[in-house]
């Protein structure tokens, strides 16, 4: 009797020890950008925003996968709305292709959340290359002013 009441509570242990281990921390991947181009979804490993009204680049919202493909969204101010982008002027959005290639886009980005250091948002359009247009759309999620 003695044996099986050890294993029980050897077993209790375990499996309580292995489900504590298996869950996520609060927080934990609740940070990134993510997008969907051509049927595959890409995960940022660097994602940031920047204030900035004295270069030519502006404010904007950046990302990218292995410094290559990437996105970047130049927006003002980068506060909670709704923006529609297009190629050119206020508002546009660059993304480099898998294959190295520069695309510019048309849609709309809605930032759901912009206070102190972080945003929140996603994102739907398409992108081209002057002849073939094609869909892209993701989302991030507690974007980091950047540096």
């Keep these: 009797m003695k044996i099986i009441r050890s294993l029980l509570i050897v077993l209790l242990i375990l499996t309580t020890a292995f489900t504590f281990s ?3 921390k609060s927080g934990e991947d609740a940070n990134g950008f993510t997008w969907t181009y051509k049927g595959k979804t890409y995960k940022a490993d660097i994602a940031e925003m ?6 030519a680049m502006g404010s904007h919202i ?5 410094g290559g493909s ?8 980068v506060i909670a709305g709704t923006y529609s982008f297009k190629p050119s002027g206020n508002n546009t959005l660059t993304f480099t292709d898998p294959e190295g290639y520069q695309l510019t886009g048309t849609g709309t980005l ?6 102190g250091n972080s945003a929140s948002g996603n994102f739907s359009g398409t ?7 094609t869909p892209i ?10 540096r």
Excluded: M
């Design 50 to 55: 920047h204030f900035d009204n004295t270069t």
């Design 22 to 24: 298996s869950c996520k």
């Design 127 to 133: 992108v081209t290359d002057g002849v073939a247009a």
């Design 110 to 115: 809605y930032i759901t959340y912009a206070e």
């Design 70 to 77: 990437g996105l970047l969204f130049q927006v003002y101010p």
């Design 137 to 146: 759309s993701g989302s991030f999620t507690n974007i980091k002013l950047g």
């Design 62 to 66: 950046f990302a990218t996968v292995n």
